[in-house]
């Protein structure tokens, strides 16, 4: 009997120290900085639900940098060539804020991470990546390169 204690014994403490060492296989791949950085382009941009990439934003390039700045080319009217500043202002599973030289820009990655959606409202006021006279809700629909 004292030797069946002692197998069942070893069996579970084994069992035990095996399972503890599993633990989680946290692969939580990039984070959130990491999956904006780098050039995108305009796969298509509507503006009130109207596709404007063309003529408008056939060569729309916009380049995320690590350091918070980023950089436009063929963005405007609605984004400056010479580009600003973007930090993450909310983060959940499937939508992410951000704020661009102050406007409040709601993103989406695809599947993938070579996908992303910009979304955002601009009114008539001049501020940071916006300019007037461009009123209505936009969407920018960019591919990784």
Same mark, same amino acid.
């Given at each position: 009997?004292? =030797?069946? =204690?002692? @197998?069942?014994?070893?069996? /579970? ?13 946290? +692969? ?9 950085? &780098? /050039?995108? #382009?305009? +796969? ?18 916009? #380049? ?10 063929? &963005?405007?009217?609605?984004?400056? !060539?010479?580009?600003?500043?973007? #930090? @993450?202002?909310?983060?959940? /599973?499937? !939508? @992410?804020?951000?704020d661009v ?19 955002? #409202? $601009?009114?008539d006021e001049?501020? &940071? $990546?916006?300019?007037?006279?461009? $009123?209505? !809700?936009?969407?920018?629909?960019? $591919?990784?390169?």
């Amino acid at each position: 009997m004292k =030797k069946l =204690k002692y @197998i069942f014994s070893v069996v /579970a403490l084994s069992s035990l120290v095996t399972f503890m060492s599993c633990g989680d296989d946290d +692969s939580s791949g990039p984070s959130d900085i990491d999956r904006f950085v &780098g /050039a995108w #382009t305009a +796969s298509s941009v509507t503006l009130n639900d109207f596709d404007v990439t063309s003529p408008s934003y056939s060569d729309f390039r916009i #380049t995320f940098n690590s350091d918070g700045s980023y950089i436009t080319v063929g &963005g405007d009217p609605v984004f400056t !060539n010479t580009g600003g500043f973007w #930090t @993450i202002s909310s983060s959940s /599973a499937s !939508n @992410i804020g951000l704020d661009v030289d102050g406007v409040a820009v709601q993103a989406g990655f695809g599947a993938d991470d070579t996908t992303l959606t910009l979304t955002f #409202t $601009a009114t008539d006021e001049v501020i &940071g $990546a916006r300019t007037s006279g461009l $009123a209505g !809700n936009y969407v920018f629909t960019l $591919a990784k390169q």
